[in-house]
């Protein structure tokens, strides 16, 4: 799944693309922001990107299945 994260006061957004559902990222969000903690997102290689909660401006949580587009194998 892709996972976009603007930021307060930052030109681009993030994107990572993760194994975990969106109904569990949403969680994580809602907890890190009701907590003033970070918000922690682990991708598919096991980076981790992590975000002060307060500095979140929107989190856009794409589809779950993204075709591969190219001719190797996947």
Avoid: C
């Amino acid at each position: 799944m892709e996972v976009r994260i603007g930021i307060s006061d930052v030109a681009r957004e993030v994107t990572v693309r993760t194994k975990t559902s969106a109904e569990d990222i949403a969680e994580q969000l809602q907890t890190a922001v009701t907590e003033n903690s970070l918000f922690e997102v682990v991708d598919e290689h096991g980076r981790r990107v992590i975000v002060p909660a307060s500095k979140v401006a929107y989190l856009d949580l794409g589809s779950t299945d993204v075709r591969a587009v190219g001719f190797g194998a996947v």
